[in-house]
């Protein structure tokens, strides 16, 4: 094997998990029964190697899995006998996905009409987030379900997936009209149904949202009167952040000798408080409060009853906000670069929350360029961070160095080195990139700097190898802002997104050829918020 040396030093190497690309997000079931969703989640799996994929609604009403009566549309439906499950359209998108090499990460939710206690809690498509009003007939709707599965992909690779009780409960009465401990409940009957069907199939929770850093979660139902000394804090980093419901969460299942094969929460570096005057105060934490969380959670895991369980964020990005312009700029990708490779060995999957921006909790966003999660705009156009998710999946899994601004990694398979490196810039003094509502807003982070300069000497490569540099910053590869300069047109012709389609994927591109001793030297200057890729050509 090739030893490397690395500004003269000789390499010792790391694992590096590819964390980024084990599970990614989408809305809602029956979006991925849309031929741009398809069209967009085969782009996006091509490009950025994801294994898993997370959405919620599986068991809403649009996919007609759960019936307690039928009819023809006109007059009333008849009431049936008993529950009909009907998987027609969960086995359309499921065969899409697993036709794509991709297994689905199973969000167990929401609950059908006819089975739930309160309706339309929450999204434009009226999602029910109750408990069931009948408890034997949730269990029966798991169970078929999970055996229907099996059924239909072989138990041996159900074993594979991951079951994920609800989404949220924490957040009453939006996600969840219950108490803590209903859904501690629910937990418990959906984990038994499972196991009882097969003991190694893979069942988690409490998929609770952000960590929080008072008491407002500590009872049955949210406290808001809790959050007032958080929203009034001067320095809301200094606070004790601590996730939600993990740890009464682990001592339920402890006591009931319950299974938990995974943990899983939501890590948005944000918080909304409310202070005595009842208004929200939106918070945006320091660029390492993801790392800080992370490590404190792996922390709590290792320390329980269930030190082997692993850990997953089954949602993250840089907000919870579907109409945050930040996700359509350079600023995005930077970081959660960052932050990926920072907490790159900390959790089992870090699920980017979402990889489309067709996605419609709020109804369908308003322009190409909204704010929304995805990688890719509605029209599939590519964002930054798509290029950033691209860039990262070509690393190698071995690592040969970490700085604070980039890795330089092998692939154990060919030995091929490559490398990303970003600008984080200095100004933003470890601020977090804060939430903006319009994109005149967010693209004033533009004005940051100062530049980076990159410069590392790789030795042990082949003589007359060729290095492919690519950048995506904000004078290359940043749609949004070609559109801006359009005009921000709400409904662009044909030619206008042929054209936006061409500058996202525009990125700054040149080549670095190894000379006859065999070290390539490095040398680059970084634009504030740039991520570089440097990899070996074909």
């Not at 079951?163 to 009209?177: D, G, I, S």
């Not at 930040?326 to 990708?333: C, E, G, L, N, Q």
Request: glycine share 8%; aromatic share 12%.
């Amino acid at each position: 094997m090739t030893r490397f040396r690395i500004d003269g030093r000789l390499c010792d190497e790391s694992a590096l998990p590819h964390v980024w690309s084990r599970c990614i997000g989408a809305g809602r079931a029956n979006e991925a029964l849309r031929a741009d969703w398809r069209e967009q989640f085969a782009d996006v799996v091509a490009a950025c190697g994801i294994q898993y994929i997370r959405f919620h609604g599986v068991f809403h009403d649009d996919m007609f899995v759960y019936r307690e009566s039928y009819g023809s549309g006109f007059g009333p439906n008849t009431p049936l006998a008993a529950p009909v499950h009907t998987f027609s359209y969960v086995d359309k998108v499921f065969d899409f996905i697993v036709d794509c090499g991709v297994r689905p990460f199973v969000e167990l939710g929401f609950m059908p009409r006819e089975l739930a206690t309160q309706t339309e809690t929450v999204f434009w498509w009226g999602a029910h987030c109750s408990p069931p009003k009948d408890m034997a007939r949730w269990v029966e709707l798991v169970t078929r379900s999970v055996e229907h599965w099996i059924d239909r992909y072989g138990l041996a690779e159900v074993r594979e997936w991951r079951f994920e009780v609800w989404n949220e409960p924490n957040l009453v009465p939006h996600f969840w009209t219950g108490t803590k401990t209903e859904y501690f409940e629910l937990y418990e009957q959906t984990v038994r149904a499972i196991k009882k069907i097969d003991p190694a199939l893979k069942v988690g929770g409490p998929s609770t949202s952000v960590f929080v850093p008072d008491d407002r979660y500590k009872g049955e139902v949210e406290d808001r009167s809790a959050m007032h000394e958080t929203a009034a804090a001067a320095d809301v980093d200094a606070l004790d952040w601590r996730p939600v419901w993990i740890e009464d969460f682990i001592a339920w299942c402890a006591e009931r000798e319950l299974p938990i094969d995974f943990i899983s929460t939501h890590l948005y570096p944000t918080d909304f408080a409310y202070g005595t005057d009842g208004e929200a105060v939106q918070i945006t934490r320091y660029a390492d409060a993801t790392f800080d969380d992370l490590t404190l959670l792996r922390k709590l895991v290792k320390n329980s009853a269930y030190p082997e369980a692993e850990i997953h964020i089954t949602e993250w990005s840089t907000s919870p906000s579907a109409r945050d312009f930040i996700h359509d700029t350079p600023f995005a990708a930077t970081s959660i670069t960052r932050s990926y490779l920072k907490c790159a060995t900390l959790a089992d999957s870090i699920s980017y929350w979402t990889f489309t921006d067709v996605f419609e909790e709020g109804g369908a966003g308003m322009g190409p360029f909204h704010g929304g999660f995805g990688l890719v705009n509605e029209g599939g156009i590519h964002k930054p961070t798509f290029h950033a998710f691209t860039m990262l999946e070509r690393l190698g899994d071995r690592l040969l160095l970490a700085t604070p601004d980039g890795v330089v990694t092998r692939d154990s398979r060919t030995s091929a080195v490559s490398a990303v490196f970003f600008n984080y810039p200095e100004d933003m003094a470890m601020r977090g990139v804060a939430s903006e509502n319009s994109y005149p807003a967010a693209r004033a982070l533009a004005e940051l700097g100062p530049s980076r300069r990159i410069h590392h000497s790789i030795g042990g490569l082949e003589p007359g190898a060729t290095f492919l540099v690519e950048i995506v910053d904000w004078e290359h590869g940043n749609a949004a802002e070609a559109w801006y300069r359009l005009g921000s047109p709400l409904n662009p012709s044909r030619a206008e997104s042929e054209y936006l389609r061409g500058v996202a994927d525009s990125l700054l591109r040149f080549t670095l050829t190894v000379p006859d001793n065999g070290v390539l030297d490095l040398d680059v200057e970084l634009a504030p918020w740039a991520v570089m890729s440097l990899r070996q050509s074909a």
